[in-house]
């Protein structure tokens, strides 16, 4: 089949990001052929600052070799301005007559640096700061002058600011307003932020109106004058005052541009056969200049240009951090406040600290800090979710690590603080040095692009927080910029939630369906998706769903813990961890007759056989159900154990009978699937012996009852529980637990433990489900009574009377 014809104009960032998208997904599909007009090929224009500063060099900054173009099959056409679209044959022209024609036009001019109409603008040593030849420029006059002017006090002047002075040059900041970035940060904020730069060596003149620019007897400029009669030299100036989309191409071609080119959710213009991606576009009124949105819009044109006909572009949150070395500042959202809104601020001006979080109906609606940055992502996903945070308002500002993270903090100072020597996937062992390596050799903006390259979080995705912090830590304000959205994996532009949202309100009954009708980028899907989508499935109709065992893990599919010299452990279910001796015999006799090697109990009470090969697994299983047992799912994402301690029945202290708690908690929750592993435990007084506090769903006996306590995490980033409420009978524990099991099991997204679910949800949400309204929580508890009735069925009977028996044949030595 012929190709289509692609032209894309602007070799920037936007748009060659979205013909890196397009080739992912459908190579072959088109011709394509680009035009830039700058000499280079593709650059990271955002890395200008670090190259002005001398921490880079233009080489560095490169995204895209040639090569690369060239192996691509890409037509590069550099230092060509496309002047001319002639939309009714499908051609574009360069002003040297270069022509191509096109199916499809992409464009993505990015935008012009605003220079100031006033008298000298035009004079030789007065520049803007948008790209190389600019920054060549003012190497250039570093070299040979001493006076530099910036006008504009915003993250660009200010960067620029910044790397002249490094240069060597006295460099001098004007600001038509009271305070520096005005647009991103609050007063107090901003004056941190001038003490810190003036430190440094910069100067400012804040509330000055520029003038003129004087020209010298050369005819260089020479001096700045300003409105109110003052004037300072200057044998260079730099015009950092903002920038306006670069519309002036689809202005004469006749597209619709009202402060930028106006596009649609799928980033089309009025003319359906052009889009347009980056900052040359005005999507619902609003023109970004960050790379994030950018990257964002590129993803949703290349799903369309390939016709894959998903996706869809919303919208950006944003963030801003300044690369300026040593200075930490971060904002995000609505940082100034407005009516109905509260502020919460920790100032600290002598210590260089300065944190304000603006609140709105209990959640964060914008966020401004200075020194001490770490908790900025965090409030900035805060934001993004719209999380309800009044259960942590009087502690907001102390940082995520007060909300019961003992010991590990806030994920980007922790993982900031790792050597490189820290492994931080275990499953491919990836060490932080390699990962941070490859972000900066390869120019990795994404978690995809961090897997592709090093593996890293691309196997059980345990990981996947410090990988994302990682980036975070490593690419700075580039990253935190995050997606307003997060695809489940690379098959598909849907969200977890779009993805469960569709499976119930479509009716979707097989994974097959649902991948067809949400339009999946891959035929199969992938370990990620496909497991995901087995748990969405079974969670919503339990009584209909077929189980994809294919969809499973390893474990999963042959219920066992593979051990890392290939065998397989078993642990058998003792409900509440309440045994007797005719069960301790059975298994020991069990253990003997298959030459068991090591017999161990577990962190929850239970006897673990391991050393068991592939092979004896239906035997063995088959002697455990005969002599009463069931499977304790130690191998799922699902219900694991129900630790006990003595309580009543032996303890001196205990005031509830806590085993027999137990029992009927693992009686009644036993086999059911989960978004990740979920452990209960019940301790018989205050003194927690069962560690309840640290579980996902505790139980804490009272001389008036029991506390419930949910979200707890022992593993290896520790948690303790959050209190959900106080019941007074044994009933109601069983109802609240089975409650807001089905309230986790539904909302959750797959591999998603309860710690960060209930830090995501945030505590309100969960008791107003399980809580507040009895009714609500008597919903959620019988749907999950029915889902019981249809899991509680031991996998390893019937495995061990020969359902998949093929599973645990040994492989055929062929040579």
């Known amino acids: 089949m012929q190709k289509q014809k692609l032209v894309l104009v602007g070799n920037g960032m936007a748009g060659v990001r979205t013909l890196e998208e397009l080739l992912k997904i459908a190579s072959d599909k088109y011709d394509i052929t680009v035009f830039g007009a700058e000499p280079h090929p593709n650059y990271n224009r955002i890395l200008l600052s670090p190259v002005l500063a001398g921490e880079q060099t233009v080489q560095d900054i490169i995204i895209n070799e040639m090569d690369w173009y060239e192996q691509n099959q890409i037509h590069l056409h550099i230092n060509k301005k496309v002047t001319k679209i002639d939309r009714k044959n499908r051609i574009v022209f360069t002003e040297d007559g270069t022509s191509a024609e096109y199916d499809r036009l992409l464009l993505s001019t990015g935008s012009n640096p605003f220079i100031l109409p006033i008298p000298g603008a035009e004079l030789p040593g007065v520049v803007s700061f948008r790209d190389i030849s600019d920054v060549e420029a003012m190497l250039d006059a570093s070299s040979r002058y001493r006076n530099a002017v910036v006008i504009g006090g915003g993250l660009l002047g200010l960067e620029a600011a910044n790397g002249l002075m490094l240069r060597g040059m006295d460099v001098t900041v004007v600001h038509i307003a009271p305070w520096l970035m005005d647009r991103q940060l609050d007063e107090p904020a901003a004056r941190l932020l001038q003490q810190s730069l003036e430190a440094k060596g910069l100067k400012f003149l804040l509330e000055k109106q520029t003038g003129a620019l004087v020209p010298g007897e050369s005819g260089?400029?020479?001096?700045?004058?300003?409105?109110?009669?003052?004037?300072?030299?200057?044998?260079?100036?730099?015009?950092?005052?903002?920038?306006?989309?670069?519309?002036?191409?689809?202005?004469?071609?006749?597209?619709?541009?009202?402060?930028?080119?106006?596009?649609?959710?799928?980033?089309?213009?009025?003319?359906?056969?052009?889009?347009?991606?980056?900052?040359?576009?005005?999507?619902?009124?609003?023109?970004?200049?960050?790379?994030?949105?950018?990257?964002?819009?590129?993803?949703?044109?290349?799903?369309?240009?390939?016709?894959?006909?998903?996706?869809?572009?919303?919208?950006?949150?944003?963030?801003?951090?300044?690369?300026?070395?040593?200075?930490?500042?971060?904002?995000?959202?609505?940082?100034?406040?407005?009516?109905?809104?509260?502020?919460?601020?920790?100032?600290?001006?002598?210590?260089?600290?300065?944190?304000?979080?603006?609140?709105?109906?209990?959640?964060?609606?914008?966020?401004?800090?200075?020194?001490?940055?770490?908790?900025?992502?965090?409030?900035?996903?805060?934001?993004?979710?719209?999380?309800?945070?009044?259960?942590?308002?009087?502690?907001?500002?102390?940082?995520?690590?007060?909300?019961?993270?003992?010991?590990?903090?806030?994920?980007?100072?922790?993982?900031?603080?790792?050597?490189?020597?820290?492994?931080?996937?275990?499953?491919?062992?990836?060490?932080?040095?390699?990962?941070?390596?490859?972000?900066?050799?390869?120019?990795?903006?994404?978690?995809?692009?961090?897997?592709?390259?090093?593996?890293?979080?691309?196997?059980?995705?345990?990981?996947?927080?410090?990988?994302?912090?990682?980036?975070?830590?490593?690419?700075?304000?580039?990253?935190?910029?995050?997606?307003?959205?997060?695809?489940?994996?690379?098959?598909?532009?849907?969200?977890?939630?779009?993805?469960?949202?569709?499976?119930?309100?479509?009716?979707?009954?097989?994974?097959?369906?649902?991948?067809?009708?949400?339009?999946?980028?891959?035929?199969?899907?992938?370990?990620?998706?496909?497991?995901?989508?087995?748990?969405?499935?079974?969670?919503?109709?339990?009584?209909?769903?077929?189980?994809?065992?294919?969809?499973?893990?390893?474990?999963?599919?042959?219920?066992?813990?593979?051990?890392?010299?290939?065998?397989?452990?078993?642990?058998?279910?003792?409900?509440?961890?309440?045994?007797?001796?005719?069960?301790?015999?059975?298994i020991a006799q069990i253990a003997e007759r298959w030459e068991v090697p090591t017999v161990k109990f577990t962190g929850g009470q239970r006897l673990d056989l391991l050393g068991i090969r592939k092979e004896q697994l239906p035997g063995i299983w088959k002697d455990l159900s005969e002599a009463g047992f069931v499977s304790g799912h130690a191998y799922g994402k699902a219900m694991r154990t129900v630790k006990t301690c003595v309580g009543s029945q032996w303890c001196r202290f205990g005031t509830q009978d806590s085993t027999t708690m137990g029992i009927k908690l693992e009686e009644l929750t036993w086999g059911s699937w989960t978004p990740h592993k979920f452990k209960l435990a019940v301790s018989g007084c205050p003194r927690n012996c069962a560690e309840a506090t640290i579980k996902d769903f505790g139980v804490v006996a009272v001389d008036s009852g029991w506390e419930l306590h949910i979200g707890g995490n022992g593993g290896i980033k520790v948690r303790a529980t959050d209190f959900l409420c106080h019941v007074k009978t044994e009933e109601e524990v069983l109802e609240y637990c089975a409650a807001f099991m089905q309230v986790y099991r539904e909302d959750a997204h797959y591999l998603e433990r309860t710690a960060p679910w209930v830090e995501r949800r945030g505590l309100t949400y969960v008791k107003e489900r399980v809580v507040d309204d009895a009714e609500q929580r008597k919903v959620y508890a019988e749907r999950f009574y029915e889902s019981q009735k249809y899991s509680q069925d031991d996998p390893w009977k019937a495995r061990g009377e020969g359902v998949d028996a093929h599973e645990y044949k040994p492989m055929a030595i062929l040579s």
């Open 220 to 586: 260089r400029v020479c001096a700045v004058s300003f409105k109110d009669g003052d004037s300072i030299p200057a044998d260079l100036v730099v015009m950092a005052v903002g920038i306006r989309p670069n519309t002036e191409l689809a202005e004469s071609a006749g597209l619709y541009c009202n402060r930028g080119v106006v596009v649609n959710d799928t980033l089309q213009t009025f003319d359906p056969r052009i889009y347009a991606v980056g900052e040359c576009v005005s999507h619902r009124g609003v023109a970004y200049g960050l790379v994030a949105p950018l990257f964002e819009q590129a993803k949703v044109a290349a799903n369309h240009l390939a016709e894959y006909g998903i996706g869809c572009y919303t919208g950006s949150l944003t963030s801003t951090k300044l690369k300026v070395t040593g200075i930490d500042l971060f904002s995000a959202g609505d940082y100034m406040g407005a009516e109905g809104t509260d502020a919460i601020v920790l100032s600290d001006p002598a210590g260089g600290n300065y944190k304000k979080v603006v609140l709105k109906d209990n959640k964060v609606v914008g966020a401004v800090l200075y020194g001490d940055t770490t908790e900025g992502s965090w409030y900035f996903d805060l934001l993004r979710e719209g999380t309800d945070v009044s259960d942590i308002r009087s502690s907001l500002l102390f940082g995520q690590h007060n909300l019961g993270d003992s010991g590990h903090g806030d994920p980007h100072a922790r993982v900031a603080a790792m050597p490189d020597s820290a492994e931080i996937c275990g499953c491919n062992g990836v060490c932080k040095g390699d990962i941070v390596k490859a972000i900066r050799d390869k120019k990795l903006f994404t978690l995809d692009e961090v897997r592709a390259h090093t593996k890293a979080s691309s196997s059980c995705g345990s990981c996947t927080g410090l990988v994302e912090s990682l980036l975070a830590v490593t690419v700075g304000g580039d990253y935190s910029t995050a997606p307003s959205k997060k695809p489940m994996c690379g098959c598909t532009e849907h969200s977890h939630d779009e993805v469960r949202e569709t499976i119930t309100r479509q009716g979707i009954k097989s994974i097959p369906a649902l991948m067809h009708f949400m339009e999946w980028k891959t035929p199969d899907g992938c370990n990620k998706c496909r497991t995901a989508l087995n748990y969405y499935l079974l969670c919503a109709w339990p009584s209909e769903y077929v189980d994809d065992n294919q969809s499973r893990y390893i474990n999963e599919r042959v219920h066992a813990n593979i051990q890392k010299d290939g065998t397989y452990s078993v642990i058998p279910r003792i409900f509440g961890g309440d045994t007797s001796p005719k069960q301790l015999m059975a």
